[in-house]
C-alpha cells in the first residue's frame, strides 16, 4: 500500500463514541411521543441550563433538544425538569449549533511568521503535510468546530483531509475544500500549485478543480500578505477573468470565494457574482482604508457574504503576545475594525473566520480569541458573533442543513459550561462535541 493510503487508514483520532439513547416510544416527556411509532429509530433526550440556536435569539432557558437518527427532532424549554426527564443533562452549560469556521488552511502549520509558514507548506512531503491537516481538523473539532472550509492548500491534499474523514478513515469535522486556490503566476499563494493569468486560462483553472472534486472555487482577486511578490494593493486579475471563473463554478453548481484586501477588487467581485468576499479589505493605500457605502450597499443587495479575519494580531488585547504583531503589514488595526463595523451597519450579511494555519493562527486554540476579539473589536453582542460562525456561516457557504438548533437540520452541537452569550469566553469551555448524532470521542477527552 502507499505510503499516503496508509497514512490515511491510519486511525490518528480515536472513534466514534456509542451514542446514549432510548428507544422510540419510551422516552419521558413529550419530545417523541408525536413520532413513536417510528419503531426502530433511536431518539436521544439532552437538556441544558441554556440552548443558544445559533438564529442570534435570547437562549432558551432549562431547555431540551431531542435527536433521532443523525438529526435535530425537537427543542422545546421546560423549566424545572432538566434533570428528570433527559438521558444527559448539562447543568451550568449551554448548548449551541456546530460551529462553522469558513475559511481556515489545513496545510498549513500556523508557525512564527509567514515566511516560515510558506517554506513548511512548500518543502514538506505529501505525507506529512497530509497527517498535519488531519490534525488540525481534528484540533479544531475538539474547539466545537464541526464544519470547515478549507480556502486553499498545496495540490489535492485537502480533498484526501476531507474524503478519509466522510469514509471513516479518521475522525474529523465535515471539511469543504476549493483545492488550490486560483491565482496569478507570481500572484499570492502561486506556490501552492495552480496558476492562471488570462482569462481562458482562469476558466480552466475553475474547470480543473470542479472536475477534481471541489466543493467551490477559491479566486485570489488581490495580492496577499503572505506572497511579497504579490501586491496587496493591486487586482490580480480584470473583471471578464473573474466572471469566467464564477461562470465555470455555476455551471458545476459550485459557489465561489474571493480573497479581498483592497478594496479596488470589490466591484469586481460583485459584477462577477462572488458569493463569500474573503477578508473584505478596505484597503486604498498601504496607509490607508476607506469604507465606501455605495459599494456596501451594492454588497448588502446581491448575494454575497463577507468574512472577517481575526487572525493573530487583531487579538492585541486579549493576548499581550499579540500586541503589535507584523505592525506594519496589518497596519491600523483601529481603521480597519472601523470599516468592518460600517460594512456591517450598512446592512451586509457576514461571518467571522480564523484563517487558521496561518502564522500564529492555530487551529482549536485560536477559536475563542478570535470570537472574543470579534466582539471587543467590531462591538458585537456575543450572540451576534455566535451567529456569525453559525446560522449566516451555513447560509453563506450554502449549507442548508446546519448551523441552527432547530428540527430537521443536523444534530452537530457544542456542549460548553457557561454561558458565552453573557461572556463570550465560555464558548472555549469546551464539554462534550456531537456530530451527526453522535458524541465525539477523543482518547485524551476526559467525561
Ligand atoms: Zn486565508
Known amino acids: 500500500m502507499p505510503a499516503l493510503e496508509q497514512?490515511?487508514?491510519?486511525?490518528?483520532?480515536?472513534h466514534w463514541a456509542e451514542a446514549s439513547s432510548l428507544e422510540a416510544g419510551r422516552c419521558p416527556g413529550r419530545i417523541g411521543d408525536d413520532s413513536s411509532h417510528r419503531q426502530g429509530v433511536r431518539l436521544m433526550i439532552i437538556a441544558a441550563e441554556w440552548v443558544i440556536d445559533?438564529?442570534?435569539?435570547?437562549?432558551?432557558?432549562?431547555?431540551?433538544?431531542?435527536?433521532?437518527?443523525?438529526?435535530?427532532?425537537?427543542?422545546?424549554?421546560?423549566?424545572g425538569i432538566v434533570a428528570s426527564t433527559a438521558d444527559i443533562s448539562f447543568p451550568g452549560c449551554t448548548i449551541l449549533p456546530g460551529l462553522i469556521d469558513t475559511h481556515v488552511h489545513l496545510t498549513f502549520g500556523a508557525l512564527d511568521s509567514h515566511e516560515a509558514v510558506v517554506r513548511q507548506v512548500t518543502t514538506e512531503p505529501e505525507p506529512i503535510l497530509l497527517a498535519r491537516a488531519i490534525g488540525n481538523a481534528q484540533a479544531?473539532?475538539?474547539?466545537?468546530?464541526?464544519?470547515?472550509?478549507?480556502?486553499?492548500?498545496?495540490?489535492?491534499?485537502?480533498?484526501?483531509?476531507?474524503?478519509?474523514?466522510?469514509?471513516?478513515?479518521?475522525?474529523?469535522?465535515?471539511?469543504?475544500?476549493?483545492?488550490?486556490?486560483?491565482?496569478?503566476t507570481s500572484g499570492h499563494l502561486h506556490y501552492l500549485g495552480l496558476?492562471?493569468?488570462?482569462?481562458?486560462?482562469?476558466?480552466?483553472?475553475?474547470?480543473?478543480?470542479?472536475?477534481?472534486?471541489?466543493?467551490?472555487?477559491?479566486?485570489?482577486?488581490?495580492?496577499?500578505?503572505?506572497?511579497p511578490s504579490s501586491n496587496r494593493l493591486a487586482s490580480q486579475y480584470d473583471t471578464p477573468a473573474l466572471c469566467?471563473?464564477?461562470?465555470?463554478?455555476?455551471?458545476?453548481?459550485?459557489?465561489?470565494?474571493?480573497?479581498?484586501?483592497?478594496?479596488?477588487?470589490?466591484?469586481?467581485?460583485?459584477?462577477?457574482?462572488?458569493?463569500?468576499?474573503?477578508?473584505?479589505?478596505?484597503?486604498?493605500?498601504?496607509?490607508?482604508?476607506?469604507?465606501?457605502?455605495?459599494?456596501?450597499?451594492?454588497?448588502?443587495?446581491g448575494e454575497h457574504y463577507v468574512g472577517f479575519t481575526f487572525t493573530a494580531p487583531t487579538w492585541r488585547k486579549i493576548l499581550p503576545t499579540a500586541a503589535g504583531l507584523d505592525a506594519a503589514l496589518m497596519g491600523?488595526?483601529?481603521?480597519?475594525?472601523?470599516?468592518?463595523?460600517?460594512?456591517?451597519?450598512?446592512?451586509?450579511?457576514?461571518?467571522?473566520?480564523?484563517?487558521?494555519?496561518?502564522?500564529?493562527?492555530?487551529?482549536?486554540?485560536?477559536?475563542?480569541?478570535?470570537?472574543?476579539?470579534?466582539?471587543?473589536e467590531?462591538?458585537?453582542?456575543?450572540?451576534?458573533?455566535?451567529?456569525?460562525?453559525?446560522?449566516?456561516?451555513?447560509?453563506?457557504?450554502?449549507?442548508?442543513?446546519?448551523?441552527?438548533?432547530?428540527?430537521?437540520?443536523?444534530?452537530?452541537l457544542l456542549v460548553v459550561e457557561g454561558n458565552p452569550s453573557r461572556r463570550i469566553a465560555d464558548i472555549g469551555n469546551v464539554r462534550r462535541i456531537m456530530l451527526g448524532g453522535e458524541w465525539v470521542s477523543f482518547p485524551s477527552a476526559s467525561g
Open 54 to 79: 445559533g438564529t442570534g435569539a435570547a437562549p432558551l432557558r432549562h431547555a431540551r433538544i431531542g435527536i433521532r437518527d443523525g438529526l435535530i427532532d425537537k427543542v422545546e424549554g421546560v423549566e
Open 332 to 376: 491600523d488595526l483601529d481603521a480597519r475594525f472601523d470599516t468592518e463595523r460600517r460594512t456591517i451597519d450598512a446592512g451586509v450579511k457576514y461571518t467571522i473566520h480564523t484563517d487558521a494555519g496561518v502564522r500564529q493562527t492555530p487551529f482549536g486554540a485560536a477559536l475563542r480569541y478570535v470570537l472574543e476579539a470579534a466582539v471587543q
Open 195 to 227: 496558476r492562471a493569468d488570462t482569462e481562458a486560462e482562469v476558466r480552466a483553472a475553475a474547470e480543473s478543480m470542479a472536475e477534481a472534486g471541489v466543493d467551490f472555487i477559491k479566486l485570489i482577486a488581490t495580492g496577499g500578505n503572505m506572497t
Open 244 to 301: 469566467a471563473a464564477a461562470e465555470a463554478a455555476r455551471e458545476h453548481r459550485l459557489h465561489t470565494a474571493a480573497h479581498v484586501l483592497a478594496r479596488c477588487a470589490l466591484p469586481q467581485c460583485i459584477e462577477a457574482g462572488i458569493r463569500t468576499i474573503e477578508h473584505c479589505m478596505w484597503r486604498t493605500a498601504e496607509d490607508r482604508l476607506e469604507f465606501d457605502a455605495e459599494l456596501a450597499r451594492r454588497l448588502a443587495l
Open 378 to 412: 467590531l462591538q458585537l453582542t456575543p450572540l451576534e458573533a455566535i451567529r456569525a460562525v453559525t446560522a449566516t456561516a451555513a447560509e453563506a457557504i450554502g449549507l442548508a442543513d446546519r448551523g441552527i438548533i432547530a428540527p430537521g437540520l443536523r444534530a452537530d
Open 140 to 184: 479544531a473539532l475538539r474547539a466545537g468546530v464541526t464544519t470547515l472550509r478549507d480556502c486553499g492548500g498545496r495540490g489535492l491534499l485537502t480533498l484526501a483531509v476531507r474524503d478519509a474523514i466522510r469514509r471513516g478513515h479518521v475522525v474529523g469535522p465535515d471539511v469543504l475544500v476549493s483545492g488550490m486556490p486560483i491565482t496569478t
Open 7 to 14: 497514512l490515511m487508514e491510519a486511525r490518528v483520532g480515536g
